[in-house]
């Protein structure tokens, strides 16, 4: 599987470009998630919102299923090498879609030790139509 068509190379490279432009003016560039990359055999999973220049560096949310999910870059020739049981590969979510900006991801996977976990609480927050980015109970993230 391609990990990245070209429409989703074009969003990445969009935000990267945007993200630079904010910065120069001194605004904040927070957009949601484009793509999700996860193991089909394990727990790790990676949120991109840019891609740079190089068209390999992506820069977003990675979870490697440790419980602590980090912002970062992370390399796609990198994830596309990785070679997994059974001759299975690291996969896109091909119906991924997301409303919630990646600062919203970010403190719900830190508070639940993952991204898969905060996509289940993010999820139920979105049904029953609760605010994401306020906390419903003392401990959980605020989004910022």
Known sequence: ??????????????????????????????PPPVVKLFNPVGAATWLA??????????FGLADLGFGCPELGYFSLSEIA??????????????????????????????????????????RRAAHTGADPDLPHRSGEPDGG
């Open 1 to 30: 599987m391609i990990l990245l068509p070209p429409e989703l190379r074009f969003a990445l490279r969009a935000n990267d470009i945007s993200r630079r432009a904010c910065e120069a003016k001194g605004e904040r560039f927070d």
């Open 49 to 58: 919102t840019e891609l740079a220049e190089d068209g390999d560096a992506l």
């Open 81 to 122: 090498a990785v070679r997994l049981p059974f001759g299975m590969a690291i996969e896109r979510d091909l119906s991924f879609e997301t409303g919630f900006r990646l600062t919203i991801w970010t403190g719900w996977a830190r508070h639940a030790g993952s991204i898969l976990w905060a996509e289940t609480l993010l």
